[in-house]
């Protein structure tokens, strides 16, 4: 009977494979990039357990344990290192999660389709800057002598402020700039969820004599909770992540104390200094912290709004 049903299940693959060989084509170079990049690469983790040498290769290099773990968990650095990466990244969700929320319900009020269109274009545009750029821009516009912020600053009678040589000012810039730059972009995704809505909910409500702040809380954003919970979901992951490039190309030797996050600390010491399994085991630390956070995130969503990816 076993041996029936997986001939009967064969024979179905093969049969949908035949009718919609189209569609498997088109998403086999989809497939094939996740599996290499993605799938294939888990082989190496195995090395954060092992004293890696590049000369022996993964198989032959020693098996050491939880050393590396230990190595980093008792440095004088730890501490510093998580509460950087957690503060920059937990202030960054904090105003990256409603930012895109507020921008998108605002632009689904505007009337005039041509000026709407003017505004998505503006705030989509920040988007296509790359890091580098965004990062030069940045001290551009903060340098203390001839940095816009800084005129405006004195103008109003203000102190020109060293924002990129100040570890009390790196969170700010980093959150703003981010903001600026990816705002936009998110209200893509809950716009989608406003255009879905029956227009007919509307005029019921204004005949009802809804003013428009009603519409929003009573229409809109219950429209979009569902998937402003999914982005939150998401966003729980990359708590103990975050933008390495954009961290490092922000640093100075004035804002470390506040810029030194793990990701940097992982670039330092893996590619400059070569310990491998000393970085691979903190990459692991991180992901595994990224993936509690996902399944808590979306376990606590689940009880309190019966709204979850799984």
């Known amino acids: 009977m076993r041996l029936g049903g997986r001939t009967r299940y064969w024979e179905g693959v093969k049969k949908s494979f035949k009718r919609n060989w189209q569609l498997y084509f088109f998403v086999a170079p989809a497939v094939a990039y996740y599996i290499i990049f993605h799938y294939l690469p888990l082989y190496g983790i195995q090395i954060a357990f092992k004293d890696y040498k590049a000369v022996k290769g993964v198989t032959g290099s020693p098996w050491v344990g939880f050393k590396h773990f230990q190595t980093f968990f008792s440095s004088y650095l730890c501490v510093d290192l998580i509460r950087n990466t ?9 105003w990256g999660f409603p930012i895109p929320v507020i921008l998108a319900l605002f632009l689904n009020r505007l009337r005039s389709p041509r000026f709407k269109k003017f505004s998505q274009t503006v705030i989509y545009v920040p988007h296509f800057v790359s890091t580098v750029v965004l990062a030069g821009m940045m001290y551009i516009f903060l340098d203390p002598n001839n940095g816009f912020v800084n005129a405006i600053i004195k103008a109003l009678g203000g102190t020109p402020q060293y924002f990129m040589a100040e570890s009390r000012w790196f969170r700010t810039v980093f959150i703003a700039s981010g903001q600026w730059q990816n705002a936009g972009w998110g209200t893509i995704v809950y716009l989608a969820a406003l255009t879905g809505i029956d227009q007919e909910m509307y005029e019921a409500a204004r005949i009802d004599g809804a003013s428009i702040m009603k519409q929003i809380w009573y229409i809109d954003l219950p429209s979009i909770i569902p998937m402003a919970m999914m982005m939150l979901i998401l966003n729980a992951g990359s708590v103990m992540a975050g933008n390495m490039t954009k961290t490092l190309l922000l ?32 990459g692991l630390f991180q992901n595994v912290v990224s993936f509690v956070m996902v399944m808590g995130v979306n376990a606590v969503s689940k009880k309190l709004s019966s709204i979850s990816m799984f």
């Open 251 to 282: 640093q100075t030797a004035g804002n470390k104390g506040t810029s030194n996050t793990i990701g940097v600390y992982v670039y330092t010491m893996g590619l400059t200094q070569a310990q491998f399994s000393y970085t691979a085991a903190i």
């Open 86 to 94: 957690l503060l920059v990244n937990i202030y960054n969700l904090l």
